[in-house]
């Protein structure tokens, strides 16, 4: 039963290193979206996919893009990354993206960048 | 969205019920309220959600008010497993779609 997974947990990276982040869903779901959490700013959505095929910026979009790689995998890719970035990412997915539908959440991907 | 108001902090005895309250007085009548909770160094957890009419599973119960301008979250026999952050969201369609804000929420500390 392992419904949102993220990998890697934890990443280091220097100033201007790009990396992938990946989260996959078993629950069939068809909506994903990606957050960042930081201290005192709650989440912030930053990317969604309402279905396979497509993607929306969110809230936070700036210098990250995703893919929707089909429907279990949505990634999330940081092409420069800046001490800005640093953060805990949370990916999550619902059903279809309805507001009465709730969003099941990942544990996290912990990043730093130096 | 509606804007919701937790208290900051609350203590709970272990196999005591936890009533978390929320309030949110600007509430639309389209507008759904979600509880989720964080349990350090994890991801949110969905707790349960409603509109009108109060919920319960296997988790919890919802209480909300009849105006709906209120609601709380009722753990009927808190474990210590259970302390946690827990946010309270009002959700309606956003202009980025989707989304769910998170706010501050309410550190609930179950004790032995």
């Known amino acids: 039963n392992a419904g949102v997974t993220q990998t890697p947990k934890f990443q280091v990276l220097k100033t201007g290193q790009s990396m992938t982040l990946q989260c996959a869903q078993d629950?069939?779901?068809?909506?994903m979206y990606w957050y960042r959490q930081d201290p005192g700013m709650g989440l912030r959505l930053i990317y969604y996919?309402?279905?396979?095929?497509?993607?929306d910026k969110g809230e936070v979009p700036n210098g990250y893009n995703v893919s929707r790689l089909n429907k279990r995998e949505f990634s999330l890719r940081l092409e420069s990354a800046a001490p800005s970035q640093t953060s805990v990412y949370f990916c999550?997915?619902?059903?279809?993206?309805?507001?009465?539908?709730?969003?099941?959440f990942g544990d996290g991907t912990r990043l730093s960048i130096l | 969205d509606a804007k919701t108001t937790q208290p900051t902090s609350m203590d709970c005895a272990e196999g005591r019920a936890a009533n978390l309250p929320c309030n949110h007085s600007?509430?639309?009548?389209?507008?759904?309220v979600y509880w989720y909770r964080q349990i350090h160094s994890q991801g949110p957890q969905y707790i349960i959600h409603?509109?009108?009419n109060n919920e319960t599973n296997e988790m919890a119960s919802l209480i909300i008010t009849e105006d709906r301008k209120s609601s709380t979250l009722i753990l009927p026999h808190a474990t210590l497993r259970d302390t946690a952050v827990y946010y309270c969201?009002?959700?309606?369609?956003?202009?980025?779609?989707?989304?769910?804000?998170f706010g501050a929420g309410t550190r609930l500390t179950v004790k032995p």
């Open positions: 969201i009002v959700r309606a369609r956003a202009l980025h779609n989707n989304d769910m804000r």
């Open positions: 409603g509109l009108k």
């Open positions: 600007t509430i639309s009548g389209n507008e759904y």
């Open positions: 996919s309402a279905s396979e095929g497509t993607t």
């Open positions: 999550a997915s619902s059903e279809h993206g309805q507001i009465n539908q709730p969003q099941h």
């Open positions: 629950m069939n779901h068809n909506s």
